[in-house]
């Protein structure tokens, strides 16, 4: 008895151990406000200026979605290895601060901008003072709104990943737009009114339902088609988890099958699982979409509780804003000749995202489709790895 105590104890404290080199390896857990104070005061650590380098201003939305914690230290990662001083601030997506904390980063001295924007509308009066002192600015994932202070836009192709969404869909069904005789019910679950991409999401998925929704193939019971009545303020999963609830229990209590929940991201997507989980008794394996393979959403398709994410390699991006930094540190206007010197597949594009003053030069890389077929994939990127268990992915690093 007393070897199997002795035992289970060893057992215990490797598993624990395990634990801590994977928490320790992924990137700074979600959202408590511990975390995003560390973070503050990780980015007012007074910039180092480089001895006769140049420094560079980070500004993410967040910590509390995993992603950008994952943007965030690629991002510092890629810089310092190339020889800047970076400054990182993430503002617990709260506008004002990420006001102040850009400001302060002017006032610092910083060369170079790259903001993630947590409400693309509002950052306007900062970055023109940026650009009065001649700090060219790159947004960063998401398309900073009237201000010409913006040189560049770094993102995904963000219509596609609502079309890769809607694809997924159709593909995983077998949908047929002249056969009519089999019908679905689906909701939709959309991003963060302020986020400029949650729109190209939205838009993405639905233009490429549509004829199906048309032909009476895919109904809507709730009757919420528009992106406004399923937008999800800061992409929060508690929201995305009541705003499901109360569409199950408005729409569906009465054994109306819900077969798709179509969720524009994985913080959505959490709390659409979770409320079907808890409140759905439909039967039925709803499908459910998402994007950015967050660790907790890829545990989820691997339990086939979310069928798809949308990957966005983010070290990529990160990768991509180096060279493009570079390029405008060294006075150069980049353009399509850019492409030939990043390691990622990127479009060049001088036509899509108008930020009301007119269009931004955009490098777009290409986001793809994840499900539980093709988990290794993401092992193959280098970036993730299977956990202890060989059941589920973690991040490396
Ligand atoms: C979007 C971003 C997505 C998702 C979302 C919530 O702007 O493009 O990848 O992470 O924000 O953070």
Redesign the pocket.
């Known amino acids: 008895m007393k070897k199997l105590i002795a035992l289970l104890l060893a057992v215990v404290m490797v598993l624990g151990l395990v634990a801590c080199g994977s928490e320790a390896s992924a990137p700074a857990a979600e959202g408590s406000a511990a975390a995003e104070g560390s973070a503050a005061a990780e980015g007012s650590a007074a910039a180092p200026a480089a001895e006769g380098g140049q420094t560079v201003g980070i500004a993410m939305?967040t910590k509390s979605?995993e992603?950008?914690n994952r943007d965030g230290e690629y991002l510092k990662n890629e810089f310092e290895a190339a020889g800047y001083a970076v400054e990182l601030k993430y503002s617990d997506n709260d506008t004002d601060q990420q006001n102040n904390d850009i400001a302060n980063m002017i006032a610092d001295g910083v060369d170079i901008l790259i903001v993630a924007a947590i409400d693309g509308e509002s950052l306007t009066n900062t970055l023109n003072e940026a650009k009065e002192k001649g700090i060219p600015v790159i947004s960063y994932?998401?398309l900073i709104m009237n201000t010409d202070a913006i040189s560049y836009y770094v993102?995904?192709d963000?219509y596609t990943v609502g079309v890769l969404q809607g694809q997924f869909v159709i593909d995983t069904l077998g949908l047929d737009v002249n056969d009519t005789s089999k019908t679905y019910n689906i909701e939709f679950t959309a991003?963060?009114p302020a986020?400029n991409?949650?729109g190209y999401f939205f838009n993405g998925a639905f233009d490429t339902l549509k004829p199906y929704i048309d032909a009476g193939i895919l109904n809507i019971p709730s009757g919420k088609t528009t992106f406004e009545q399923v937008a999800t303020p800061s992409?929060s999963t508690d929201t995305a988890l009541e705003n499901m609830q109360n569409t199950l229990a408005s729409y569906y209590s009465d054994g109306t099958i819900l077969d798709i929940a179509l969720c524009s991201?994985d913080?959505t997507a959490l709390g659409v699982a979770q409320a079907i989980q808890s409140d759905y008794n439909g039967g039925n394996t709803p499908i459910i979409t998402g994007?950015?393979g967050d660790i907790a959403n890829l545990a989820n398709v691997v339990d086939g509780i979310q069928t798809m994410t949308v990957y966005?390699n983010v070290s990529d991006e990160a990768g991509v804003t180096l060279v493009l930094a570079q390029a405008i540190l060294k006075g150069e206007t980049p353009d399509a000749g850019l492409l030939s010197s990043l390691k990622a597949e990127a479009a060049y594009d001088t036509e899509s995202y108008d930020n009301g003053t007119g269009i931004i030069p955009s490098y777009l890389l290409v986001p793809w489709t994840v499900t539980k077929d093709n988990l290794q994939d993401l092992v193959d990127t280098g970036l993730y790895q299977w956990d202890a268990a060989n059941k589920y992915l973690e991040t490396v690093g």
Do not use: E
Request: aromatic share 16%; charged share 35%.
């Open positions: 939305p979605l992603r950008w994932d998401r993102s995904f963000n991003g963060d986020d991409n949650a992409w991201n913080s994007q950015d966005k």
